[in-house]
């Protein structure tokens, strides 16, 4: 996806539903294997230092577009 694209991902029943919502799970997965953001010395979320968690939900915020469907 060339920079700066966005895509609109539409949820149903809190799940992301369609092409979009496949994508969205690629990209997840993708920044999951990234070491900056998941380091393997943490073992559990809630002993992650804030910063790090700060940066994910600032990354992984910025180029999406959600919409939720009504269930």
């Known amino acids: ?3 700066g694209q966005r895509i609109k991902v539409t949820f149903k029943d809190g799940q992301p539903v369609g092409e979009e ?3 969205l799970s690629h ?3 993708i920044l999951s294997r990234l070491g900056e953001y998941a380091p393997l010395n ?3 979320w809630r002993l992650m230092p804030q910063i790090n ?3 994910v ?3 992984t915020t910025k180029p999406l577009n959600l919409t939720f469907a009504p269930t």
């Open 21 to 23: 919502g496949c994508s």
């Open 53 to 55: 968690k700060e940066d």
């Open 27 to 29: 990209f997840f997965g």
């Open 1 to 3: 996806m060339p920079t």
């Open 57 to 59: 939900k600032i990354d």
């Open 42 to 44: 943490y073992s559990d």
